[in-house]
């Protein structure tokens, strides 16, 4: 019978297998030598109890510490989604280790909370955060907008993404991100649908949008290049397992195209 599925990080660093395995993970810290700071169980996949752990100590024989972006499209995709719930866990208990408004150190919390931390001198209660971020398609008639950031995978382009500022609606976000990325107006901002995004604590509000005014305009210290691109002439493109290329995607069938045509760019690149 499998055993426990173990995530364990070193900062933000997971063990993985260096041998090509289905799910790549290593079994128990503890048991290889690695001294466990942090463990907690994060869920059930396949009916195998999941942990999250922060850890230290030398990468057993056999394994290694990687970047959870560079596994980015080499996990399964259940595997990636539970890796990045590992990750925030282990977040937030490292910033939560001590109240932020008295400096005690914390402890468990609530009983019917999993994921809490009390301060046990001003009761201060800690849950995970997740920052909201917009992230939108643009179309105009035919045509969809798609861009490239600094920190993207060498060729990869996609739809423009931004956090959710103080005060404002994830619409509001949409609009203001692609006026100050790419100088454009939209309207009819409509929701697509949402994913959780570990990069940081992300959760990202999918919508499209339609181009309603303005010349591309880039604004140089967010954006490398951005262009208009049809449904079979698109570059290189995130990932399937990103909500960026499952709109991407949406977009080239609604335009009677198979995205999954070899005429349309494949990428098993890191980023959204």
């Given at each position: 019978?499998a055993?426990?599925?173990?995530?364990?990080?070193?900062?933000?660093?997971?063990?993985?297998?260096?041998?090509?395995?289905?799910?790549?993970?290593?079994?128990?810290?503890?048991?290889?030598?690695?001294?466990?700071?942090?463990?907690?169980?994060?869920?059930?996949?396949?009916?195998?109890?999941?942990?999250?752990a922060?850890?230290?100590?030398?990468e057993?024989e056999?394994s290694?510490?990687?970047?959870?972006r560079?596994?980015?499209?080499?996990?399964d995709?259940?595997?990636?989604?539970?890796?990045?719930?590992?990750?925030?866990?282990?977040?937030?208990?490292?910033?939560?280790r001590f109240?932020?408004?008295?400096?005690?150190?914390?402890?468990?919390?609530?009983?019917?909370?999993?994921?809490?931390?009390?301060?046990?001198?001003?009761?201060?209660l800690?849950?995970?955060?997740?920052?909201?971020?917009?992230?939108?398609l643009?179309?105009?008639?035919?045509?969809?907008?798609?861009?490239?950031?600094?920190?993207?995978?060498?060729?990869?382009?996609?739809?423009?993404?931004?956090?959710?500022?103080?005060?404002?609606?994830?619409?509001?976000?949409?609009?203001?991100?692609?006026?100050?990325?790419?100088?454009?107006?939209?309207?009819?901002?409509?929701?697509?649908?949402s994913?959780?995004?570990?990069?940081?604590?992300?959760?990202?509000?999918?919508?499209?949008?339609?181009?309603?005014?303005?010349?591309?305009?880039?604004?140089?210290?967010?954006?490398?290049?951005?262009?208009?691109?049809t449904?079979?002439?698109?570059?290189?493109?995130?990932?399937?397992?990103?909500i960026?290329?499952?709109?991407?995607?949406?977009?080239?069938?609604?335009?009677?195209?198979?995205?999954?045509?070899?005429a349309?760019?494949?990428?098993?690149?890191?980023?959204?």
């Open positions: 019978m055993g426990d599925l173990w995530f364990a990080f070193k900062g933000d660093r997971m063990l993985v297998r260096d041998e090509e395995e289905s799910t790549n993970l290593v079994g128990n810290p503890a048991a290889l030598g690695l001294d466990v700071i942090f463990e907690e169980e994060i869920g059930v996949l396949d009916g195998r109890i999941c942990f999250a922060e850890v230290e100590g030398v057993p056999g290694a510490f990687q970047d959870l560079s596994l980015f499209g080499v996990l995709e259940r595997c990636f989604v539970m890796a990045g719930r590992a990750i925030q866990v282990i977040a937030w208990n490292v910033m939560h109240c932020g408004r008295c400096g005690t150190q914390t402890g468990r919390g609530l009983e019917t909370e999993r994921f809490s931390r009390v301060c046990p001198r001003c009761g201060a800690y849950f995970p955060r997740l920052n909201p971020a917009a992230i939108v643009v179309y105009r008639a035919d045509e969809v907008l798609l861009a490239r950031a600094p920190q993207f995978p060498k060729g990869m382009y996609s739809t423009i993404a931004g956090f959710v500022e103080p005060g404002e609606t994830v619409e509001q976000t949409v609009a203001r991100e692609v006026r100050e990325e790419v100088g454009i107006e939209v309207k009819n901002i409509n929701y697509f649908g994913q959780p995004w570990p990069f940081p604590n992300s959760l990202m509000v999918a919508f499209t949008a339609e181009w309603a005014a303005g010349e591309l305009r880039i604004e140089p210290m967010e954006i490398e290049d951005a262009g208009w691109y449904a079979d002439d698109l570059p290189q493109l995130p990932p399937k397992i990103s960026a290329r499952a709109m991407i995607d949406d977009f080239v069938s609604r335009h009677s195209l198979d995205p999954d045509d070899p349309t760019p494949e990428n098993t690149s890191r980023s959204d």
